[in-house]
């Protein structure tokens, strides 16, 4: 069962628009809504589902907006969040847009028919797509979530990849991914030789791909949308040499100051480089006067977020790289504790995959029989990066 | 040109205005109208007055036109109903247009039209739309009759839309199979008693085939429905399985965890020596880690799950520990669900790490959190043994921090930590006493004093530190007072010189100077019992204490797998069956996990006909009054590692009550019976129910005696049974029965003196019960009963005491005092002494009454050897309140339809169904409150064979 009604509300608390549903709980149920957040917000209790009497509220927050749904029965809540998160994303664009028409008269006129999108086992791609020249631009993307604590041991360690594709394809195509995975490999008797396979722990497709037949035999098999869509995601939790491995010493005198010293090591191929690092480093919000020296790249102090950021346009890969910063503290200490936020490091490594995945292949079939072009891509980024500081 | 000029007027005047408009001629202006209206009505003015001029725009074949008079009639339909009868014609042309789009949203709109006058009036249309050619009008036509349904129940049915929407089944298009599942499903939910998810192999192979083509909410709707489904073997449970797990693949985490769910559910019938199981198990986890990297309101759903799945299966996820280790900016939500996680996971192997991560976190800033971890590390200590040392040294580090709720949570499961290891980390006992002075939360300052008093031995100066506490005795909590009040009398029992100053002190302090009950009568019992005997008293006071279990936070097994039945929905995250915070509760069925089979049959019905005689009801008695006392004396600091504080009260109250507030009248002056040598405290506060061994020889089934004195003013008496033996009550031997006699319930006794003294001061207490039986006057023996003398006494019973669901239903907890001693017994009651006089239902009540009962709720009995006939049955039945309501002869069968009503309201409807020449009848019984079924089943039989 799902959500009765969906509202979309200010940051206040009133509603902007809404859409009722089952018309089984009283529109007016959502007065109670901001005044229940708030009180839970001042309890230190919020949480995503919150209940007044029979109301269930189910909410999330998207920059100043709150997206609620209402029920009075036992929902299903994963998917009101899914649906909440889907009214967000509104990923399949191209299909809204055959809704919100710029000229509404155009349905009075014409032999009106109905989107076939809403019934159509391909859902998610209209008919008559017309290209001139039919291109796939295929971005793989890998993002290293990492998770160390004060001692500088691993925690966690993984890597979450994403497939993503940019499809300009006339017609109804139909696509096949070829990937260097492990166990296609083994089922066809390919990992003998010396390809290299990857072993994808978990993955995830996109509706279009056909779940069954993947269950089967490893085929990535799909009719895609038309534009920019992910087509599948992936999770390896595979322990890797972290990237960039930072060291740090953070030294605290009461009353007087901070001296920090931030140690980065780019620990991947001499051959690669990661663009845009950026290396934040958590300084007492009652901090003053900074003063940087750094062997490379620059640091800029961000009193909003207490941190010290150190930027370098490009890092290679086996560089080691210092920064130091000394910051003033005042003499009168404030009384709340502070917490101890990590170490966060965003970075970019283009052509390059930790895990190694490749796309072997991507064959394209329409009727027509057209020629079209596949290009890949890949990138390693930085996900949640956190080293804990002591 | 935008739109937002409409939301700007704001003139007076305005309605008349536009009422104008909207009845001008120009289809132009009509449009632009029409538009400031719907303007008004979304930013909340009422535009409500101008309903029949905006229906009158509503005959147009401009679509856009027609979506807005639409979107108003929504909105007001259900403030103007005698206005909205306007509008049904149009409906009625609109879905015959030729444009699918208006043919759907004709009916999409009919069925947000809450207006109980106008839905008969879209049935024919809607009729119609489920069989239109196109499948978008379809869809939107299958939702349309849930919503109908919730309008007017009864309607849909009568209509046969329900047949037609399970034709839907077997639909062509995914899209439509999808929605109509959602629809039926939504019905079933809020009417169980309708067969309409009878799934066979054929719908779910349909369903199966759309579950690979429908959209991601489509699958979602399936794959609940699926979970519904009871597969009939082992083996059909696996190839559904099969082709569920695809889904795990899918992006939407909704669809997962919905496949989650019918694998979880499934899985309980698999033999775990299947291959397929392990492979499966190896399945779940990857996908239930990926979820933790979703959103964050979808991963704590997702938590809350994993919270169930890991009690349910911990096999699953056990060495996933690492990915619920938490990072910095998880919301607190997500924190407090992630912690609560690793310590379900928490064992030897990983305890290390997960001591580490426990540290840290225990040295963030977010109090709560801090809290949750500290705890957490005293659970690990009780639950990995092997941890135990390091755990302390962990909490003993923390104290150190003198962070003061650091200190008092430390505190607090350090006092779990000595009553899972007595006695062997006492040596920490020096660095928590240094803290004394900055306890302040109860909770603290009573584990301390726990602690103090049950160490007191080995502190040198515990006379001192509770002597400290008591200055301020009466602006303690009360359980700080109960606390303090059982430590004084455990040192005073350890160290009798010293301290009989202090232990006078705190006594007078909670007798003489203290209203709260609990606290007082806990006085008088040390107070007398030390007066008495003090080497009883250390007996009772100082008994080794059961171990605390390592899992006390586990979720109930049976709401376990009922949740588990619910996985993904509101239920899995309040951890609260659906029946706790649905409203009406209007048969909510209790969903439960498949029994394990072979590749057989059963698995049909979970409530199977019993056969021959009703199982053995011998009444049981409660020996070791100890386990009562226990109960008070020592298990006042809750149940152990930080359990809720209403589930401590609740169940301490339990257990507490048997003795009622008549504690002190029920306290002999001879003590003699407390604190028998074997005295041991029950491991939970819970009163046993089946305490002790059946009595043998003098006791048969109170129901198999066939020598019943029925009298005709009343209904049947059972003659009497032994319920306590003299052997178990110092020579007071207790017999009884219970009777029913114009409308007043009583309890026949017959008390015997077969002892060599004579009896005194008789009182009689109830513990409660499920139908709140209690005695509605004292128990009045006139003379002292002298040796072999028997006295009977009819105690008239009332219904309105306490109410405790017992198990059996119908058994009764009676303590019963004279001079000598307390003596508790439990009997079973006959449940026809509940039956009330005015039990006959209505015929027409009676119909749509058992219509409305939910078919799981029926229970079919067989009454062997019973060779009456309808009257004789009939007449029997009704002596004792049980009432033919309507009597019926089907193929030589005669038909008996009877209700009753017991003493709480509840309603039982019998189908009795006696076959001439057949000495056997059957009887069905339809319920809401289906664990009374068994019970009516006896009285039944106990009736008509009497």
């Given at each position: 069962?799902?959500?009765?009604?969906?509202?979309?509300?200010?940051?206040?608390?009133?509603?902007?628009?809404?859409?009722?549903?089952?018309?089984?709980?009283?529109?007016?149920?959502?007065?109670?809504?901001?005044?229940?957040?708030?009180?839970?917000?001042?309890?230190?209790?919020?949480?995503?589902?919150?209940?007044?009497?029979?109301?269930?509220?189910?909410?999330?927050?998207?920059?100043?907006?709150?997206?609620?749904?209402?029920?009075?029965?036992?929902?299903?809540?994963?998917?009101?969040?899914?649906?909440?998160?889907?009214?967000?994303?509104?990923?399949?664009?191209?299909?809204?847009?055959?809704?919100?028409?710029?000229?509404?008269?155009?349905?009075?006129?014409?032999?009106?028919?109905?989107?076939?999108?809403?019934?159509?086992?391909?859902?998610?791609?209209?008919?008559?797509?017309?290209?001139?020249?039919?291109?796939?631009?295929?971005?793989?993307?890998?993002?290293?979530?990492?998770?160390?604590?004060?001692?500088?041991?691993?925690?966690?360690?993984?890597?979450?990849?994403?497939?993503?594709?940019?499809?300009?394809?006339?017609?109804?195509?139909?696509?096949?991914?070829?990937?260097?995975?492990?166990?296609?490999?083994?089922?066809?008797?390919?990992?003998?030789?010396?390809?290299?396979?990857?072993?994808?722990?978990?993955?995830?497709?996109?509706?279009?791909?056909?779940?069954?037949?993947?269950?089967?035999?490893?085929?990535?098999?799909?009719?895609?949308?038309?534009?920019?869509?992910?087509?599948?995601?992936?999770?390896?939790?595979?322990?890797?040499?972290?990237?960039?491995?930072?060291?740090?010493?953070?030294?605290?005198?009461?009353?007087?100051?901070?001296?920090?010293?931030?140690?980065?090591?780019?620990?991947?191929?001499?051959?690669?480089?990661?663009?845009?690092?950026?290396?934040?480093?958590?300084?007492?919000?009652?901090?003053?006067?900074?003063?940087?020296?750094?062997?490379?790249?620059?640091?800029?102090?961000?009193?909003?977020?207490?941190?010290?950021?150190?930027?370098?346009?490009?890092?290679?890969?086996?560089?080691?790289?210092?920064?130091?910063?000394?910051?003033?503290?005042?003499?009168?200490?404030?009384?709340?504790?502070?917490?101890?936020?990590?170490?966060?490091?965003?970075?970019?490594?283009?052509?390059?995959?930790?895990?190694?995945?490749?796309?072997?292949?991507?064959?394209?079939?329409?009727?027509?029989?057209?020629?079209?072009?596949?290009?890949?891509?890949?990138?390693?980024?930085?996900?949640?990066?956190?080293?804990?500081?002591? | 040109?935008?739109?937002?000029?409409?939301?700007?007027?704001?003139?007076?005047?305005?309605?008349?205005?536009?009422?104008?408009?909207?009845?001008?001629?120009?289809?132009?202006?009509?449009?632009?109208?029409?538009?400031?209206?719907?303007?008004?009505?979304?930013?909340?003015?009422?535009?409500?007055?101008?309903?029949?001029?905006?229906?009158?725009?509503?005959?147009?074949?401009?679509?856009?036109?027609?979506?807005?008079?639409?979107?108003?009639?929504?909105?007001?339909?259900?403030?103007?109903?005698?206005?909205?009868?306007?509008?049904?014609?149009?409906?009625?042309?609109?879905?015959?247009?030729?444009?699918?789009?208006?043919?759907?949203?004709?009916?999409?709109?009919?069925?947000?039209?809450?207006?109980?006058?106008?839905?008969?009036?879209?049935?024919?249309?809607?009729?119609?739309?489920l069989k239109?050619?196109?499948p978008?009008?379809r869809k939107t036509a299958a939702v349309c009759v849930a919503?109908?349904h919730?309008?007017?129940?009864?309607?849909?049915?009568?209509?046969?839309f329900l047949d037609t929407l399970k034709d839907l089944i077997s639909d062509s298009n995914p899209m439509v199979v999808a929605n109509a599942v959602a629809a039926l499903s939504e019905i079933a939910?809020?009417?169980?008693?309708?067969?309409l998810l009878?799934l066979?192999?054929?719908s779910?192979?349909k369903l199966?085939?759309a579950?690979?083509?429908c959209?991601?909410?489509g699958?979602?709707f399936i794959?609940?429905c699926?979970?519904?489904?009871?597969?009939?073997?082992?083996?059909?449970?696996?190839?559904?399985?099969?082709?569920?797990?695809?889904?795990?693949?899918?992006?939407?985490?909704?669809?997962?965890?919905?496949?989650?769910?019918?694998?979880?559910?499934?899985?309980?019938?698999?033999?775990?020596?299947?291959?397929?199981?392990?492979?499966?198990?190896?399945?779940?986890?990857?996908?239930?880690?990926?979820?933790?990297?979703?959103?964050?309101?979808?991963?704590?759903?997702?938590?809350?799950?994993?919270?169930?799945?890991?009690?349910?299966?911990?096999?699953?996820?056990?060495?996933?520990?690492?990915?619920?280790?938490?990072?910095?900016?998880?919301?607190?939500?997500?924190?407090?669900?992630?912690?609560?996680?690793?310590?379900?996971?928490?064992?030897?192997?990983?305890?290390?790490?997960?001591?580490?991560?426990?540290?840290?976190?225990?040295?963030?800033?977010?109090?709560?959190?801090?809290?949750?971890?500290?705890?957490?590390?005293?659970?690990?200590?009780?639950?990995?043994?092997?941890?135990?040392?390091?755990?302390?040294?962990?909490?003993?580090?923390?104290?150190?921090?003198?962070?003061?709720?650091?200190?008092?949570?430390?505190?607090?499961?350090?006092?779990?930590?000595?009553?899972?290891?007595?006695?062997?980390?006492?040596?920490?006992?020096?660095?928590?006493?240094?803290?004394?002075?900055?306890?302040?939360?109860?909770?603290?300052?009573?584990?301390?004093?726990?602690?103090?008093?049950?160490?007191?031995?080995?502190?040198?100066?515990?006379?001192?530190?509770?002597?400290?506490?008591?200055?301020?005795?009466?602006?303690?909590?009360?359980?700080?007072?109960?606390?303090?009040?059982?430590?004084?009398?455990?040192?005073?029992?350890?160290?009798?010189?010293?301290?009989?100053?202090?232990?006078?002190?705190?006594?007078?302090?909670?007798?003489?100077?203290?209203?709260?009950?609990?606290?007082?009568?806990?006085?008088?019992?040390?107070?007398?019992?030390?007066?008495?005997?003090?080497?009883?008293?250390?007996?009772?006071?100082?008994?080794?204490?059961?171990?605390?279990?390592?899992?006390?936070?586990?979720?109930?097994?049976?709401?376990?797998?009922?949740?588990?039945?619910?996985?993904?929905?509101?239920?899995?995250?309040?951890?609260?069956?659906?029946?706790?915070?649905?409203?009406?509760?209007?048969?909510?069925?209790?969903?439960?996990?498949?029994?394990?089979?072979?590749?057989?049959?059963?698995?049909?019905?979970?409530?199977?006909?019993?056969?021959?005689?009703?199982?053995?009801?011998?009444?049981?008695?409660?020996?070791?009054?100890?386990?009562?006392?226990?109960?008070?004396?020592?298990?006042?600091?809750?149940?152990?590692?930080?359990?809720?504080?209403?589930?401590?009260?609740?169940?301490?109250?339990?257990?507490?009550?048997?003795?009622?507030?008549?504690?002190?009248?029920?306290?002999?002056?001879?003590?003699?019976?407390?604190?028998?040598?074997?005295?041991?405290?029950?491991?939970?506060?819970?009163?046993?129910?089946?305490?002790?061994?059946?009595?043998?020889?003098?006791?048969?089934?109170?129901?198999?005696?066939?020598?019943?004195?029925?009298?005709?003013?009343?209904?049947?008496?059972?003659?009497?049974?032994?319920?306590?033996?003299?052997?178990?009550?110092?020579?007071?031997?207790?017999?009884?029965?219970?009777?029913?006699?114009?409308?007043?319930?009583?309890?026949?006794?017959?008390?015997?003196?077969?002892?060599?003294?004579?009896?005194?001061?008789?009182?009689?207490?109830?513990?409660?019960?499920?139908?709140?039986?209690?005695?509605?006057?004292?128990?009045?023996?006139?003379?002292?009963?002298?040796?072999?003398?028997?006295?009977?006494?009819?105690?008239?019973?009332?219904?309105?005491?306490?109410?405790?669901?017992?198990?059996?239903?119908?058994?009764?907890?009676?303590?019963?005092?004279?001079?000598?001693?307390?003596?508790?017994?439990?009997?079973?009651?006959?449940?026809?002494?509940?039956?009330?006089?005015?039990?006959?239902?209505?015929?027409?009540?009676?119909?749509?009454?058992?219509?409305?009962?939910?078919?799981?709720?029926?229970?079919?009995?067989?009454?062997?050897?019973?060779?009456?006939?309808?009257?004789?049955?009939?007449?029997?039945?009704?002596?004792?309140?049980?009432?033919?309501?309507?009597?019926?002869?089907?193929?030589?069968?005669?038909?008996?339809?009877?209700?009753?009503?017991?003493?709480?309201?509840?309603?039982?409807?019998?189908?009795?169904?006696?076959?001439?020449?057949?000495?056997?009848?059957?009887?069905?019984?339809?319920?809401?409150?289906?664990?009374?079924?068994?019970?009516?089943?006896?009285?039944?039989?106990?009736?008509?064979?009497?």
């Open positions: 069962m799902s959500a009765s009604a969906v509202f979309i509300l200010d940051v206040k608390g009133k509603p902007l628009i809404s859409r009722n549903y089952k018309g089984d709980v009283a529109m007016s149920k959502i007065e109670h809504f901001m005044p229940l957040l708030v009180q839970r917000e001042e309890e230190g209790a919020l949480a995503p589902l919150l209940s007044h009497g029979q109301v269930h509220f189910l909410w999330i927050k998207h920059s100043n907006l709150y997206l609620v749904a209402t029920t009075s029965k036992n929902a299903n809540a994963s998917l009101v969040y899914s649906f909440l998160y889907k009214t967000i994303e509104t990923t399949d664009s191209k299909i809204l847009q055959e809704y919100i028409t710029q000229q509404s008269n155009k349905l009075e006129t014409g032999k009106s028919r109905v989107p076939p999108t809403v019934t159509n086992a391909v859902s998610w791609r209209s008919e008559g797509i017309k290209y001139k020249k039919n291109e796939v631009f295929i971005d793989v993307i890998e993002s290293v979530n990492l998770l160390v604590n004060a001692n500088g041991s691993v925690l966690l360690s993984e890597i979450v990849g994403t497939i993503k594709l940019k499809v300009f394809l006339s017609g109804m195509p139909e696509l096949r991914l070829g990937l260097n995975d492990r166990v296609l490999f083994e089922l066809t008797g390919l990992s003998g030789s010396k390809n290299k396979s990857v072993e994808l722990e978990d993955v995830k497709f996109h509706q279009c791909v056909r779940l069954s037949r993947f269950d089967n035999d490893r085929t990535i098999s799909f009719i895609p949308p038309d534009g920019d869509f992910e087509l599948m995601s992936y999770r390896l939790s595979t322990q890797v040499k972290p990237l960039i491995w930072i060291e740090s010493v953070i030294e605290k005198f009461s009353h007087s100051r901070v001296e920090i010293m931030v140690k980065a090591k780019g620990q991947f191929k001499k051959q690669s480089v990661a663009n845009g690092v950026e290396i934040s480093v958590p300084v007492p919000s009652d901090a003053d006067s900074p003063r940087f020296k750094t062997s490379v790249g620059s640091a800029k102090y961000v009193p909003e977020r207490n941190v010290v950021i150190w930027s370098i346009k490009s890092f290679p890969g086996g560089k080691e790289y210092l920064m130091r910063a000394h910051f003033g503290l005042p003499s009168v200490e404030k009384e709340e504790v502070e917490g101890r936020p990590p170490i966060g490091v965003k970075f970019e490594i283009p052509y390059f995959t930790v895990s190694g995945i490749q796309v072997r292949y991507m064959k394209i079939i329409e009727k027509s029989g057209y020629q079209a072009l596949p290009w890949v891509r890949y990138i390693t980024q930085s996900g949640d990066y956190q080293l804990r500081t002591s | 040109m935008t739109d937002s000029k409409y939301f700007t007027t704001t003139k007076k005047g305005e309605i008349f205005e536009l009422k104008a408009e909207l009845n001008s001629d120009k289809k132009e202006k009509k449009k632009e109208a029409v538009k400031k209206v719907i303007a008004s009505m979304t930013v909340g003015k009422d535009v409500s007055a101008l309903f029949p001029d905006v229906v009158n725009c509503m005959q147009t074949d401009n679509l856009e036109l027609k979506k807005l008079v639409y979107l108003y009639l929504m909105n007001y339909a259900k403030s103007q109903p005698d206005m909205a009868i306007m509008a049904v014609n149009t409906f009625v042309k609109d879905c015959e247009d030729p444009n699918p789009l208006i043919r759907a949203l004709a009916v999409r709109t009919m069925g947000c039209i809450r207006v109980d006058k106008i839905t008969e009036y879209l049935c024919e249309p809607l009729r119609k739309c239109d050619e196109d978008y009008v919503k109908l919730d309008i007017n129940a009864q309607l849909v049915e009568d209509q046969g939910e809020s009417h169980p008693s309708s067969n009878d066979n192999p054929q779910i192979n199966l085939t579950l690979n083509e959209t991601e909410w699958q979602i794959l609940d699926l979970a519904n489904y009871m597969p009939k073997d082992d083996r059909e449970a696996q190839s559904i399985c099969e082709r569920v797990t695809p889904r795990l693949s899918h992006a939407n985490s909704a669809v997962v965890l919905s496949a989650v769910k019918v694998l979880m559910k499934f899985m309980e019938m698999l033999s775990k020596d299947l291959d397929y199981y392990g492979t499966l198990l190896k399945k779940l986890a990857p996908p239930l880690v990926t979820l933790l990297s979703a959103e964050p309101e979808l991963q704590y759903v997702a938590l809350r799950n994993i919270n169930l799945i890991v009690q349910k299966r911990p096999e699953i996820l056990k060495h996933e520990m690492k990915v619920f280790f938490v990072k910095y900016n998880d919301p607190i939500y997500v924190k407090l669900e992630k912690l609560d996680i690793m310590i379900r996971l928490a064992s030897q192997a990983n305890i290390a790490q997960v001591l580490a991560e426990l540290k840290e976190y225990a040295t963030e800033v977010d109090v709560d959190f801090v809290r949750k971890a500290v705890r957490a590390i005293g659970r690990c200590a009780i639950k990995v043994e092997q941890s135990a040392e390091r755990c302390v040294s962990t909490l003993l580090d923390l104290i150190q921090t003198k962070v003061n709720y650091v200190v008092q949570e430390a505190i607090v499961v350090i006092k779990d930590i000595f009553r899972k290891y007595p006695n062997k980390y006492e040596s920490v006992i020096a660095t928590l006493c240094e803290n004394l002075d900055s306890l302040d939360e109860p909770e603290a300052r009573a584990a301390m004093i726990w602690i103090v008093g049950e160490y007191a031995e080995r502190i040198d100066n515990a006379d001192e530190l509770l002597e400290s506490f008591l200055e301020g005795f009466h602006d303690e909590s009360t359980q700080v007072q109960l606390q303090l009040l059982t430590a004084i009398v455990k040192l005073f029992l350890k160290k009798p010189t010293e301290t009989q100053e202090l232990v006078q002190q705190v006594l007078s302090l909670a007798t003489q100077d203290s209203d709260n009950p609990d606290l007082r009568d806990r006085g008088y019992i040390y107070w007398r019992l030390l007066s008495t005997d003090p080497v009883a008293a250390k007996e009772v006071v100082l008994a080794e204490k059961p171990l605390i279990s390592e899992e006390t936070d586990l979720i109930e097994p049976t709401l376990l797998d009922e949740l588990i039945c619910y996985i993904g929905t509101l239920a899995s995250v309040y951890h609260k069956p659906p029946s706790a915070f649905v409203e009406g509760g209007r048969g909510v069925v209790h969903k439960s996990l498949p029994p394990r089979t072979a590749s057989s049959e059963s698995a049909e019905s979970p409530e199977t006909a019993p056969t021959g005689a009703p199982p053995g009801e011998q009444p049981d008695v409660i020996p070791a009054q100890g386990d009562l006392l226990g109960d008070l004396l020592n298990l006042d600091l809750g149940p152990p590692v930080s359990g809720p504080p209403l589930a401590t009260s609740s169940v301490q109250m339990g257990a507490v009550d048997l003795l009622g507030g008549g504690l002190d009248s029920l306290m002999g002056d001879e003590p003699e019976g407390i604190g028998g040598t074997n005295f041991v405290a029950p491991p939970t506060a819970a009163v046993p129910a089946n305490l002790g061994a059946p009595i043998g020889s003098g006791l048969s089934d109170l129901f198999d005696l066939t020598s019943g004195v029925g009298t005709l003013s009343g209904s049947y008496v059972a003659p009497k049974a032994v319920w306590l033996p003299a052997m178990k009550a110092k020579g007071l031997e207790i017999s009884g029965t219970f009777t029913r006699q114009v409308g007043s319930i009583s309890m026949d006794l017959q008390l015997t003196n077969k002892a060599l003294q004579v009896m005194t001061d008789f009182a009689i207490q109830f513990n409660r019960n499920s139908f709140g039986l209690a005695p509605a006057a004292p128990l009045q023996v006139h003379a002292p009963l002298s040796p072999n003398q028997t006295v009977e006494i009819s105690l008239p019973l009332s219904t309105v005491g306490s109410v405790m669901k017992m198990e059996p239903l119908n058994n009764l907890q009676v303590a019963v005092k004279n001079n000598i001693d307390v003596f508790y017994f439990s009997t079973l009651y006959p449940l026809h002494i509940l039956f009330v006089e005015d039990g006959k239902m209505d015929r027409q009540m009676f119909l749509a009454t058992w219509k409305d009962i939910p078919n799981e709720n029926e229970a079919q009995f067989q009454i062997r050897d019973c060779p009456l006939n309808a009257e004789a049955a009939s007449s029997k039945l009704q002596s004792s309140n049980i009432f033919t309501v309507a009597k019926r002869n089907v193929e030589g069968q005669d038909m008996l339809y009877q209700s009753l009503k017991l003493t709480n309201g509840i309603w039982v409807l019998a189908e009795l169904r006696i076959q001439p020449g057949n000495p056997s009848c059957t009887l069905s019984l339809k319920c809401r409150a289906p664990e009374v079924s068994q019970h009516v089943y006896q009285a039944y039989e106990t009736i008509l064979k009497n």
